[in-house]
């Protein structure tokens, strides 16, 4: 006979409280202790407001300890934004907070209820059974610079997808308005002389043609623009004219291009504000020594090592590694059933946002003389398909992260593919 023992994640004795949250309203159940073999059901909804939140769990601290609990445990699903107001309330009152899997509930409801419907009063029932059982999320609570580090990448990763939408949508109306334009992409969201271009004649071929050439090259060349550029937009525009567009939508389209760079470049300053501020954070906690990773040139810059941060929080919560490929949704998830092996896929059940900044960082490492060349370029030849390889060398990476900041040492490329006793001969041969 085996015996294990297992602990559970969340003290005993906590009332535990669950709470489906509705952008409105919060659905709360809890059971209190049987009198005789039947247990009391609580059930009450909550305004999602301040004020009620704050009195209904002063009620249910009370009840926890009219029936002998040492506090109350506040239980509910992450919903995007939501349930932030009733987790900050409850630990601001000093109860503990935990979360539960939405994936979990939902597949718990159909065990428990014998059919698939959904219903807010119904789902906190299934999340206490599914607390009881122990199947709890840690709330991370994070305050102080990594609270502000994580908001501002979201600002961050929020204006630069806005970002992409703007260049092709200025891409659009370009190739409507000025459809002989041969100059790339650098030049058009780049070059220093875009933005006087921009302004004088607002990228419109029919109003350079119109100004002339000597003028066109003279108020140009006062912003420092180079003959040779000057001379090959005269060409494009020559050649765009001939298209002969109706002089109100040419116009139209003009107002239209000024705009989109206009928000392209506010954009670009809010972006850069947004990167300076989280190197300035990320100073700010290597100094009060809550990182301890540096940024390094060949592994990872200040600004990568800031976003990675920004995602994960202290690397100090992880145990291990896996725990934290787990909280990326990096995982792998195996299928085997007798002889049967499936294929292995990450669980993509995770940070989203951690998982795209990884691809970004390991990018330049995958090069045939970078550090996870080799190794990427190997499992290529194995038949590894391009992305699979890399999301390897993104699992290989994080690990590194993970054990640099709990050693607290200096990053040596040539321990990252060889075991402690495999490097202590070549620490000391060095």
């Given at each position: 006979m085996k015996i294990t023992t297992r602990i559970s994640p969340i003290n005993p004795n906590l009332l535990k409280v669950t709470v489906d949250v509705g952008m409105e309203s919060l659905y709360a159940y809890t059971e209190l202790p049987p009198q005789t073999n039947a247990a009391h059901c609580l059930e009450e909804t909550i305004p999602n407001r301040n004020q009620p939140i704050i009195r209904a769990l002063e009620q249910f601290s009370q009840l926890a300890r009219q029936h002998g609990f040492e506090g109350l445990c506040v239980l509910c699903e992450p919903t995007g934004g939501y349930e932030r107001r009733l987790l900050r309330l409850a630990r601001q009152a000093g109860h503990f907070t935990a979360y539960l899997n939405a994936e979990s509930v939902r597949k718990l409801r159909v065990v428990q209820s014998n059919d698939s419907t959904k219903s807010d009063l119904k789902d906190p029932k299934t999340m206490f059974l599914l607390a009881k059982l122990g199947k709890t999320l840690t709330h991370r609570n994070l305050s102080g610079p990594w609270l502000v580090?994580?908001?501002?990448?979201?600002?961050?990763?929020?204006?630069?997808?806005?970002?992409?939408?703007?260049?092709?949508?200025?891409?659009?109306?370009?190739?409507?308005?000025?459809?002989?334009?041969?100059?790339?992409?650098?030049f058009l969201f780049e070059s220093p002389a875009l933005p006087h271009l921009v302004r004088e004649f607002g990228l419109n071929p029919y109003r350079i043609v119109a100004t002339g050439q000597a003028a066109f090259y003279r108020r140009m060349k006062k912003h420092g623009v180079r003959l040779r550029?000057?001379?090959?937009?005269?060409?494009?525009?020559?050649?765009?004219?001939?298209?002969?567009?109706?002089?109100?939508?040419?116009?139209?389209?003009?107002?239209?291009?000024?705009?989109?760079?206009?928000?392209?470049?506010?954009?670009?300053?809010?972006?850069?504000?947004?990167?300076?501020?989280?190197?300035?954070?990320?100073?700010?906690?290597?100094?009060?020594?809550?990182?301890?990773?540096?940024?390094?040139?060949?592994?990872?810059?200040?600004?990568?090592?800031?976003?990675?941060?920004?995602?994960?929080?202290?690397?100090?919560?992880?145990?291990?590694?896996?725990?934290?490929?787990?909280?990326?949704?990096?995982?792998?998830?195996?299928?085997?059933?007798?002889?049967?092996?499936?294929?292995?896929?990450?669980?993509?059940?995770?940070?989203?946002?951690?998982?795209?900044?990884?691809?970004?960082?390991?990018?330049?490492?995958?090069?045939?003389?970078?550090?996870?060349?080799?190794?990427?370029?190997?499992?290529?030849?194995?038949?590894?398909?391009?992305?699979?390889?890399?999301?390897?060398?993104?699992?290989?990476?994080?690990?590194?992260?993970?054990?640099?900041?709990?050693?607290?040492?200096?990053?040596?490329?040539?321990?990252?593919?060889?075991?402690?006793?495999?490097?202590?001969?070549?620490?000391?041969?060095?």
């Open positions: 580090l994580r908001e501002t990448h979201a600002y961050y990763e929020e204006h630069d997808r806005h970002n992409v939408v703007l260049r092709c949508q200025i891409h659009r109306v370009l190739t409507q308005l000025f459809c002989e334009f041969t100059f790339k992409k650098d550029t000057l001379e090959r937009l005269w060409q494009d525009a020559q050649r765009s004219v001939l298209q002969h567009l109706e002089p109100g939508y040419s116009d139209l389209l003009e107002t239209n291009l000024r705009e989109l760079f206009e928000d392209f470049w506010r954009c670009q300053q809010r972006l850069e504000a947004a990167r300076q501020q989280m190197i300035g954070l990320l100073h700010q906690l290597q100094a009060q020594g809550e990182v301890k990773l540096t940024a390094r040139h060949g592994l990872i810059n200040e600004f990568l090592l800031a976003r990675i941060l920004a995602e994960t929080g202290p690397l100090e919560d992880f145990k291990s590694w896996p725990q934290l490929l787990r909280y990326a949704g990096m995982n792998l998830c195996e299928r085997q059933s007798g002889t049967m092996i499936g294929r292995r896929r990450i669980s993509k059940k995770g940070r989203t946002l951690l998982r795209k900044v990884m691809g970004q960082v390991v990018l330049p490492r995958v090069r045939k003389t970078d550090l996870y060349g080799p190794y990427y370029h190997g499992k290529k030849a194995n038949g590894m398909v391009g992305q699979k390889a890399m999301m390897a060398v993104a699992r290989k990476f994080l690990k590194l992260l993970w054990g640099l900041n709990r050693s607290a040492q200096d990053y040596a490329p040539a321990r990252v593919f060889c075991s402690a006793t495999q490097f202590q001969p070549l620490a000391q041969a060095a």
